[in-house]
């Protein structure tokens, strides 16, 4: 029950996101690829909200993920052992919004 409750309340928020990112997408999903990167517990809510992108907005967001993905962080922690935080969180992401999501071009985020 939780969780359908949790969906519900996210519907006027998704919405609200869709329509700001209508016009120009990028900027919105920088700050929301960010934000799940530092912030593991947010990705199920931004996947929902996803539902309502455009077109657009998937190649938008497969863009703002190659983007971070090539920034030149490091991506194994200090340790030489374990994968950094970021890179553990983006991957998790990807992984929600492509089993979601089939207007993800998962062949580009793949090549890379």
Known sequence: KD????KDALKPHGRLLAKIGAGNPIPMLEVLVNQVEAYSNMTNCIVESFKYLTPLGFDAL???????????????????????????????????????????????????
Do not use: H, M, P
């Open 3 to 6: 969780t359908k409750d949790n």
């Open 62 to 112: 497969t863009f703002v993920i190659l983007v971070n993905l090539s920034k030149g962080r490091d991506k194994v922690k200090e340790d030489g052992t374990n994968i950094s935080d970021w890179l553990q969180n983006l991957a998790k992401f990807i992984g929600a919004v492509c089993r979601k999501y089939q207007e993800v071009e998962i062949s580009a985020l793949a090549q890379y």
